[in-house]
């Protein structure tokens, strides 16, 4: 009688589980790109155009791109903040979500839905579909990220991710990053010493969710190649820029535990150097 109960408690389990073939081909899947008509909104894997009197004027692109948290109301109102400065400042945005039309809820830790490989494979998906763009200038694709978004972005401007995952498609011009980690789990590097464009990096000095202290010896590797901007804002703690996250505190992956302080100082230059970094390309 009790063998026959585990027989049938067994099956039940198995019939509750997820199909990991369909997981994996969901995971795997392609993100859908579309172009809007409207200004406002954030809709994932949305493109949105600034005003304009031009008819036939391309503009510069930033891809927007999320933390390991996804799009979520906590940070909705910071990643809108950012697509409206850039769209005032001439770019058009493509809000970028890795998550949502794939089933997962967060991807953070190290044991992550989504990989490095298929992060980075997004970036080149959209760069290619932004270069086919009319309205969009193929040659100023950027990349804009906050912390995980930030290290998807570096990822992107190493030589050999690019050779691996996105040969033959359109790169980013430049990628930009906030709070981004440079090492992860002491071996995984995101910001590599084989990148081969352009890269601004701002960090925080109190950030113990993606320490400064990491990203030395990339720093030091790099430091012929022309290629980083970086600044270290001294009081910053990792997400200084969000303002709805003020005070939430967490374990973080690396085990530490952290506590998100907004800082309006350190935001307002971090839009300015940002700006800054991207008109520099002309």
Known sequence: MRIIFVLLALLLLSGCQTDPVKNRAML????????????????????????????????PTVILMHSCAGITPKN??????????????????????????????????????????????????ATD????????????IFTLGFSLGAMTGSSAAS?????????GKTRPRAVAGL???CVYGGAMYWLDTDIDLPVLWLMGGKDQEAPADDCQNVFKRLRNKNLMASHLYPDATHCWDCMDLDGFSKKAGNGNYVTYRYNGEYTRDSERRVIEFFNSFK
């Open 28 to 59: 795997e899947s392609p993100l859908l790109f579309k172009a809007s008509e409207a200004t406002n909104g954030l809709a994932s894997n949305t493109l949105y155009f600034p005003e304009s009197t031009t008819a036939d004027v391309k503009f």
């Open 179 to 181: 709070y981004g980690g």
């Open 159 to 167: 030589r050999s991710q690019y050779s691996y995952n996105g040969s």
């Open 129 to 140: 579909f932004l270069s086919k763009q009319t309205r969009v200038d193929a040659t100023r």
């Open 76 to 125: 909705r109102g910071d990643l809108e903040r950012w697509k409206n400065l850039l769209m005032n400042n001439g770019y058009a945005v493509l809000v970028m979500n890795h998550l949502s039309s794939r089933g997962v809820s967060i991807n953070c830790g190290r044991f992550k839905s989504l990989g490095q490989g298929r992060l980075v494979r997004d970036v080149y998906d």
